[in-house]
Nanobody, 125 residues
Framework: QVQLVESGGGLVQAGGSLRLSCAAS????????MGWFRQAPGKEREFVAA????????YYADSVKGRFTISRDNAKDTMYLQMNSLKPEDTAVYYC??????????????????WGQGTQVTVSS
């Protein structure tokens, strides 16, 4: 079992920045594929970013490419999502997810086995 806890969400003005964190426990963090997803009211959960189990490869949704940066610190069992130049359309609940290393980089929520509780990000215009 893997437990994931997100933090760092909040209210920010358009153009601002936030950094989300996802702390993992319960299994060797470095062996996990990790990703960030988000879900806005009335919409399906969508892929934001992912990285490989060693962190060497990163993947982004087109809508966030160039603005968001995903990273991981295996020594701290923590993954991050640095979000810059935020837009009102980035408003959503953000979830971190983890799965077996074989799915590294996947944008499919169904392939991830473990999910955090989510953290709200609200961007005002």
């Amino acid at each position: 079992q893997v437990q994931l806890v997100e933090s760092g969400g909040g209210l920010v003005q358009a153009g601002g920045s936030l950094r989300l964190s996802c702390a993992a426990s319960g299994r060797t963090f470095s062996s996990l594929a990790m990703g960030w997803f988000r879900q806005a009211p009335g919409k399906e959960r969508e892929f934001v970013a992912a990285l490989s189990w060693l962190g060497g490869n990163t993947y982004y949704a087109d809508s966030v490419k160039g603005r968001f940066t995903i990273s991981r610190d295996n020594a701290k069992d923590t993954m991050y999502l640095q979000m810059n130049s935020l837009k009102p359309e980035d408003t959503a609940v953000y979830y971190c997810a983890a799965g077996n290393a074989i799915i590294s980089g996947s944008a499919k929520p169904s392939l991830y086995d473990y999910w955090g509780q989510g953290t709200q990000v609200t961007v005002s215009s």
